[in-house]
């Protein structure tokens, strides 16, 4: 159903009928050519650049190869016209009988219309939030989780095996200073005077009930064991506490992970599984005894001006070597990130996908090279990063949470503008561009908020088979009977609904491909103004209408169009992961 995949193939048909040589004799590479969408709708349906791409090689002038291919298209019985433009161009108008027909495919297709095979099954592992359990999400974890959940949506659909991961940072120093925030509230819910809390640990307000519900559980035992003992209860405690609490907080964003993976089970069994990857990558050569040079700026936690046990990044494409092991025999943080993503190599994805902050820029190279070292050309790993998101109200920065101590959850943003409008205006930007999020702006009721000009749109065509229902006097609208109809849909706007449409599957394909999900947004407005300007033009001329009750066959092929309309944005809302509603009040 992606007709520019299946006019570039009809080219690539033409081009191999000219029997093109290159200087050698040879038939040229024909890879390169592309059918795509025109600038200019004017211009045409479709236009290609096969006669450029293939006039150097072929020792051929572009215009002249071009007038020649675009006569060799003019045969093709879905083509109405096919001309030269610019330096070599050859752009196409397709006959009207043509998009007639793929909407009928469209309306037989339904919400499946746009899937895609070009995933080829590919086990793909997108991870993203992976926020440190540590307290309730916020809004800088919001964009991340959005673009990730979404993102993995979309490659779903586009044919890939996608598993959707959350790593639980439940290891390390964050914990241990939870762990010691928790202890503090559970003193002070035996009545204890806590004073202020100390600088390191967690303030917010959202520890309270975890202290509450250890005095109930525990009384006074907890301060009479030794505190390495009592940490350790109160640390898995607050862990399942923070996660529960995590978990509720992104199925309010609907954001549903299918793997929860554990830091500590890489530490566990004496680090078993830590050490097993440095031992691979040992017996691959990439691992050496040796001092680092001491970085540039500021001296991250884990250097030192000792020998250490280092990963030869460098080797394989990283900007500098990265320690391992300490010299008093300690991991690094670095080592657990070699190990969990071997694990991720040895669970059988090919396609390793990082959702991160902007603020872990510095990674990508280090992933990206031991990728390299674990895996070679067998996985690709990509690192997408999400830009700061500022919260406005009128234009006016938000203030912090009281609840969380220092930022804005995410439960009262979505408290306050609902779940589609962040799912869908986090979207609205691409994630490495900054964001500004005006609590105003995504709740006002015009074309300038985009998430309502969407769901207005879709709500419009529930409402035009309502009206048809009710002025026809017919319950139910067989798919089959307006599809049978639509050959009668002729005006330049009906037709030009038909392109918006056809341009969906592209979408999703080019969209999956480039893990670029903001596409998907930008695609729905485009096809909600599309509707929206047409609907626009039954209100001046009446004969445009959708439903016209004295010509019962020709709504039912204006109906068809709406219903595959309503289709295409129902299959994107939820690719987004927002609601596609039937009515807006």
């Known amino acids: 159903m992606n007709i520019f995949a299946d006019f570039t193939a009809r080219v690539i048909k033409a081009v191999e009928a000219l029997d093109l040589k290159d200087k050698d004799g040879v038939s040229p590479d024909l890879s390169r050519i592309a059918v795509e969408p025109p600038r200019d709708a004017s211009h045409g349906d479709l236009a290609t650049n096969a006669a450029m791409v293939l006039a150097k090689p072929t020792g051929q002038n572009p215009r002249a190869l071009a007038e020649r291919l675009a006569l060799a298209l003019r045969d093709d019985e879905d083509v109405a016209g096919a001309e030269v433009a610019g330096p070599g161009f050859v ?9 007639h027909a793929h909407l009928s495919a469209l309306l037989g297709e339904g919400r499946n219309y746009g899937r895609s095979t070009v995933g080829a099954g590919r ?30 949506n979309l490659m779903a659909f586009a044919g890939y095996d996608v598993t959707k991961e ?11 200073m939870l762990g010691r925030s928790v202890i503090l509230r559970y003193r002070e819910a ?23 519900a250890l005095a109930k559980e525990f ?34 964003i609907n954001v549903h992970h299918d793997v929860f993976f554990s830091e500590r089970t890489l530490h566990a069994d004496n680090a078993r599984k830590i050490r097993s990857a440095i031992n691979d990558l040992t017996l691959k050569g990439h691992i050496y005894k040796g001092k680092l040079p001491p ?24 900007d500098m070597d990265r320690a391992l092991v300490k010299s008093d025999g300690a991991f690094t943080y670095f080592a657990a990130d070699v190990a969990y993503l071997k694990d991720k190599v040895d669970r059988g994805f090919v396609d390793l996908i990082y959702v991160l902050g902007a603020d872990h820029g510095g990674y990508v190279k280090r992933l990206e090279a031991l990728a390299r070292a674990i895996a070679g050309d067998e996985v690709k790993l990509t690192v997408l990063l999400c830009n700061l998101v500022k919260l406005f109200r009128d234009g006016e920065p938000v203030r912090m949470s009281k609840r969380s101590g220092d930022f804005v959850t995410l439960r009262e943003v979505v408290e306050e503008v609902g779940r589609d409008a962040i799912r869908f205006m986090m979207l609205y930007r691409k994630s490495d561009a900054p964001l500004d999020f005006d609590f105003a702006k995504v709740t006002e009721q015009s074309k300038d908020n985009p998430v309502f000009y969407v769901q207005y749109a879709s709500a419009r065509c529930h409402s035009v088979f309502r009206q048809a229902s009710e002025q026809l006097g017919e319950a139910n609208f067989d798919r089959s009977s307006l599809a049978a109809a639509v050959d009668l849909l002729t005006d330049e706007g009906e037709l030009g609904l038909i392109r918006k449409l ?39 001329n009446p004969d445009l209408r959708f439903v016209k009750v004295n010509d019962r066959k020709l709504t039912h092929a204006r109906l068809g169009l709406v219903q595959a309309v309503s289709d295409v944005l129902t299959s994107g809302l939820t690719l987004i992961g927002a609601a596609a509603p039937t009515e807006m009040r």
Not at 232 to 238: G, N, S, T
Not at 503 to 514: D, G, T
């Open 123 to 152: 086990k793909t592992n997108v991870e993203y939030v992976s926020a440190n359990p540590t307290g309730p999400m916020h809004v800088g974890h919001c964009r991340g989780a959005v673009v990730g959940d979404a993102l993995a």
């Open 91 to 99: 752009n196409l108008r397709l006959k009207d009988g043509f998009w």
């Open 295 to 318: 970085p540039k700026g500021e001296k991250p936690d884990d250097w030192e001006d000792r020998e250490q046990t280092l990963f030869r990044s460098t080797a394989v494409g990283d």
């Open 190 to 212: 035996l009545g204890d005077e806590i004073g202020e809390i100390p600088a390191g640990l967690y303030p917010g307000d959202y520890l309270v009930p975890l202290g509450q």
């Open 502 to 540: 056809a341009e969906y599957p592209r979408l999703i394909e080019s969209a999956a491909l480039a893990l670029e999900p903001h596409r998907l947004a930008f695609y729905l407005y485009d096809l909600a103004s599309s509707l929206h300007g047409h609907w626009n033009r039954g209100t001046d």
């Open 166 to 176: 959350y790593v639980i940072n439940d290891a390390g120093s964050q914990i241990d």
């Open 219 to 252: 009384g006074r035992s907890l301060l009479q064991m030794p505190d390495d003992e009592s940490l350790a209860i109160v640390k898995d405690r607050a862990i399942d506490a923070m996660m529960a609490m995590i978990r509720e907080d992104l199925a309010l």
